[in-house]
């Protein structure tokens, strides 16, 4: 459990509410509880044009956000050392961090970070319009103006007091079309959401007294939210006299924080497909001591109860405060463990799916009932809602959104170039695959690129490619964009689904596809059981074993867990890493390539086999002997040319394989050829040869309408 404190996204810390205790309380209960700071104020969310346009997403301002994020990512590559579980994080946050929870819930750095979401009294909607990135960013030249520091250079020249202590500043997450890509009623009613279990919920005295406030002040305020509809307003909410107003602005602002977690449940449970819940915080704590009066279940009133720390405040704790906190523990304890609070002995909590308008009055007498809907069926039809929003405006501030989102794509134009570590995140399940991207530093968006993807070898990573070979010189000398996704391979890697070959079986397999296509002379050459590399192995003749089933394919595995990573791959999440690149960047669908070593290889002729319309020529290499059949007739109809690659002193399979592959391959009418890379071994052949693959890659390109005519050479 991951908990997001509040703060009006300027005061506030990770300690502000767990430090009333250790946490502990909660963690005896079965989790692991992270806590995390984050930038605020003028640090944590300063937007400015100059900020934007250093940023490779176009975006400048939520500097908060991404710390969030970065936490979370944290957990996701950590916690198993802690005891918890990376694939059931739950992210629980309070006003301003309940926001941050919405946030992130439409959020694309996000994906694959947590899998539950509670807020509490808050979200990304309600208390005022979602800040659009284009006038952020001129109230952040503004507040530049005010420090005589219009310029961003002079900003960071100021000391960071300067800017901390500067006052008259609103500073808040925008709408910047990456991390918060549109606000969360758009996102909900849409049904952009990220789709996991909700538990939403307010407190049932949010608003409270203000004793400065005065008619004349509400009424502005009222003005300035609801436009057109403020008298409307008033007429609910009165302010004939101060103490009028005082009151008004108590019930109005209650109503509103009921509005916002009952529009959040109704439109989740309406467009998602997980489980949602309901609360409303009715008990009121007793006070604390010396402090300043607040009535009722005020705003955060909650957050002891969650914690199960009541002992680290001096007040007089009643018998029911401390069921109370027994109860709300266990209910977000439960939450987070399955994505349904309910468990023994606890009333039962009915997901809104299923009950419609239900929510879970939290008193001294829990129970379900109807949402108290007056005031939120008001505040729900007026022209202007309770953000400041009428109904005819959300769609320019929709098309915003969408200006900021197309503003990041423009900047994709301009592209980050160079050595990249990205991850992809798979659709389907939220997890995260890292891939490593180079990207020529003259890259001009305006022509398209040939794209190399390139498999690594077993007991390898995404990263071994790009760090033991000049794989990254090639691609800048030649325009030439490469990219290199985490395989199964550290852990058996691609062999998972094509075992390393070190049966007769397996070898039978090959024998069956390769005995009757290749040349008297290549199918006599494997006969040898003489193996030149660092060590002799036995290789059974090629002829003797071609009895075997020859359309036999074999599936890639379930997860496995790489470094920590848990990675669930098919070869399909390897083709998605690919479309990717293709999205970002400008590259020529004709000259896509595929080529890798050992393993990587085994991955090159597999997915060349069943997918030989992606590619225009393909360069395995190193491989054990193949253990599948070739669809020869699809090769030769898309025009795939295959250049086989082998180290003269390979250790792990013989290169006579792979030229008697070769030669099969040819007289099926595909193009191909052998290359023998002279005294080189398993681990370096591919390396060396890396020019000549490339130079050999480049040279086609793949027609829509013809096939490429076989070559008659070896």
């Known amino acids: 459990m991951v908990w997001i404190h509040g703060g009006a996204f300027v005061v506030g810390s990770g300690a502000t509410y767990p430090g009333w205790s250790d946490g502990g309380s909660l963690a005896r209960k079965g989790v692991v509880l992270v806590t995390l700071n984050y ?49 059931n994080v739950t992210i629980f946050g309070q006003s301003a961090g309940s926001e941050i929870v919405s946030i992130l819930l439409a959020s694309p750095p996000a994906a694959g970070l947590f899998h539950k979401a509670i807020c509490e009294s808050g979200g990304s909607m309600g208390f005022r319009q ?61 049904g952009k959401q990220r789709d996991v279990p909700l538990l939403v919920g307010s407190n049932g005295d949010e608003g409270q007294i203000v004793p400065s406030l005065t008619a004349e002040a509400w009424r502005a305020e009222v003005a300035r939210r609801y436009g ?29 924080a009921d509005f916002i977690a009952s ?16 609360y409303r915080f009715e008990h009121a704590p007793p006070p604390a001591p010396n402090a300043v009066a607040r009535i009722g279940a005020y705003h955060g009133a909650e957050i002891p109860y969650v914690f ?35 468990g023994e002995s606890l009333p039962m909590w009915t997901d809104a799916r299923r009950q419609p308008g239900s929510v879970l009055a939290i008193n001294d007498r829990p129970q379900m009932r109807e949402v108290s809907v007056s005031d939120v069926q008001f505040l729900n039809a007026l022209d202007y809602g309770p953000d400041g929003i009428s109904r005819q405006a959300r769609a320019p501030i929709a098309v915003a959104a969408a200006v900021s989102q197309q503003a990041a794509a423009n900047a994709l134009a301009k592209p980050v170039t160079g050595d990249q570590h990205r991850s992809y995140t798979f659709p389907s399940t939220d997890k995260q695959m890292p891939f490593r991207l180079y990207v020529p530093t003259g890259y001009d968006g305006s022509k398209a690129y040939p794209l190399v993807v390139a498999l690594h070898g077993g007991g390898a990573d995404e990263n071994q490619i790009f760090e033991t070979t000049n794989i990254k010189a090639l691609a800048e000398s030649l325009g030439v964009i490469v990219v290199s996704p985490l395989g199964y391979t550290k852990l058996g890697g691609w062999g998972n689904f094509l075992p390393i070959v070190t049966t007769h079986q397996a070898a039978a397999r090959a024998a069956a596809v390769i005995a009757p296509r290749a040349s008297e002379a290549a199918v006599a050459a494997t006969s040898t059981t003489s193996q030149p590399g660092e060590g002799k192995r036995e290789e059974p003749p090629l002829r003797a074993l071609a ?7 074999l599936e890639m595995p379930a997860s496995k ?38 393993m990587g290889g085994i991955g090159t002729e597999y997915l060349a086999a069943k997918y030989p319309e992606r590619w225009a020529a393909v360069a395995p290499a190193g491989c054990p002997t193949p253990v599948w059949s070739y669809p020869w007739q699809q090769l030769r109809s898309h025009g795939v040319a295959m250049l086989f690659v082998h180290g003269e002193r390979d250790n792990l399979s013989h290169y006579k394989w792979s030229a008697a592959l070769a030669d099969a391959a040819r007289s099926e009418g595909i193009e191909s050829e052998f290359l023998l890379v002279h005294g080189a071994s398993h681990a370096t ?18 027609s829509e309408t013809s096939v490429s005519a076989p070559v008659a050479h070896h």
Do not use: C
């Not at 509809?229 to 109005?252: C, G, I, M, W």
């Not at 529009?263 to 309901?278: D, I, Y």
């Not at 009895?547 to 394919?553: G, H, K, L």
């Not at 020019?691 to 050999?696: C, E, G, L, S, V």
């Open 308 to 342: 199960s720390s009541l002992d680290s405040q001096q007040r007089d704790w009643t018998v029911v405060d401390r069921e109370i906190a027994g109860l709300l523990s266990s209910y977000w304890v439960n939450f987070a463990r399955s994505g349904d609070p309910n």
């Open 547 to 553: 009895a075997a089933d020859p359309n036999e394919y």
């Open 685 to 702: 052949g591919w390396n060396e040869a890396l020019p000549q693959i490339f130079a050999f890659l480049l040279k086609h390109s793949r």
């Open 130 to 190: 979602p800040a659009l990135h284009g006038d952020v960013e001129q109230r952040g030249v503004a507040f530049g103006k005010t420090l005589s520091a219009p310029s961003l250079a002079q900003l960071r020249a100021l000391p960071a007091e300067a800017l901390v202590s500067a006052t008259g500043a609103r500073f808040e997450p925008v709408v910047d079309g990456w991390v918060y890509p549109i606000d969360l009623y758009d996102t909900l009613s849409q």
């Open 39 to 87: 930038r605020l104020g003028v640090l944590g969310f300063l937007a400015h044009p100059e900020l934007t346009a250093e940023s490779a997403h176009h975006s400048s301002g939520n500097y908060g956000l991404l710390d969030v994020i970065a936490a979370l990512r944290w957990v996701k590559r950590n916690i198993t050392s802690f005891g918890g579980d990376p694939d």
């Open 263 to 278: 529009t959040v449940v109704s439109l989740a449970a309406r467009t998602g497909k997980s489980k949602v819940f309901q």
């Open 561 to 598: 867990i790489i470094d920590g990573r848990t990675v669930d791959l098919s070869e399909q999440d390897a083709l998605n890493v690919m479309d990717l690149v293709t999205k970002e960047y400008r590259i020529d669908s004709r000259r896509v390539y595929l080529t890798g070593n050992s």
């Open 228 to 256: 057109g509809s403020a008298q409307a307003v008033l007429a609910r909410y009165p302010a004939d006299t101060n103490e009028a107003a005082r009151l008004s602005k108590k019930a109005h602002d209650t109503a509103q």
